[in-house]
């Protein structure tokens, strides 16, 4: 009896070793899904809906397909590759109706160091490609602009910044601004609170209408189907500077599917 006694308590303590280990391994994961500039390549589908957009007060929805996938150029340098495929259905203004459809695609490419210091920083191009379907959906217009991020991992903290600015050539000729901020606490089990509101500017609109600036957050966990790790996320933002007729709030769901190696 005793003997059997010793082995279930030995069986018990390898199991909660391994729960352990995969519960540290799945805190690690949420905070490189943190990190825009992670050696990791991830596959998010992240949907924005827009309230009461309008004076028919229809939702505006964004699905973007966004992979990010990493290269080494250098025994110091990473580039990190993301494209954002938006599927958009845009409420018209006009009538009591949508356009759905493909917009244009973004691809932006990162240099950014191997060696995490205190600041983690990356530098390149954005580029605009005219894939939209219909006009509704985008200017159908090249683009290009510069792109910077740059973070910091302290603790349980992961904080930092993208910007980039858009011009594109063409009879729209946009001027388009993107400034995202965020701040992520990491908890026990791989759970996370985060804000990551997307402040953009218009520079071609009159001055009251140039800006959407939201406020707001959310939370977060890494969990696992199988050995598969996936990412997901909530938010809610309130609009506290928005254009004539734009949505005071807006919804974010994500969806990010995870393909770490060793060394991510």
């Known amino acids: 009896m005793n003997r059997r006694r010793t082995i279930l308590y030995s069986i018990l303590l390898v199991a909660s070793g391994i729960m352990q280990a995969q519960d540290k391994s799945d805190g690690e ?46 025994e110091k340098y990473n580039l990190i590759n993301r494209v954002i495929a938006p599927i958009i259905t845009q409420p018209s203004s006009f009538e009591d109706n949508s356009t759905s459809g493909l917009g244009d695609i973004n691809y932006t490419a990162w240099v950014s160091p191997k060696k995490a210091g205190k600041i983690i ?99 977060g966990k890494v969990f696992r189907i199988g050995k598969q790790p996936i990412n997901i996320n909530a938010h809610l933002y309130y609009n506290a500077v928005r254009p004539d007729g734009w949505a005071k709030v807006q919804s974010r769901l994500q969806v990010q599917f995870l393909f770490p190696t060793k060394k991510s």
């Open 121 to 219: 920083p990356g530098i390149g191009p954005v580029f605009q490609l005219p894939t939209a379907s219909s006009k509704s959906l985008g200017s159908k217009e090249f683009g290009i602009g510069p792109s910077i991020v740059a973070l910091s991992m302290i603790d349980k903290w992961v904080g930092g910044i993208v910007v980039n600015n858009i011009w594109t050539f063409g009879d729209v000729s946009e001027n388009k601004f993107l400034f995202q901020y965020f701040v992520n606490y990491n908890l026990p089990k791989a759970w996370y609170l985060v804000s990551g509101p997307i402040i953009t500017a218009n520079w071609n609109a009159t001055e009251s209408n140039k800006w959407i600036v939201p406020f707001g957050g959310g939370a």
């Open 29 to 74: 994961l949420a905070k490189a899904t943190q990190n825009p500039l992670a050696a990791m390549i991830s596959l998010p589908f992240q949907n924005n809906t827009s309230y009461n957009i309008g004076p028919h007060k229809r939702a505006q929805n964004i699905l973007n397909i966004q992979p990010v996938i990493p290269a080494s150029i250098s």
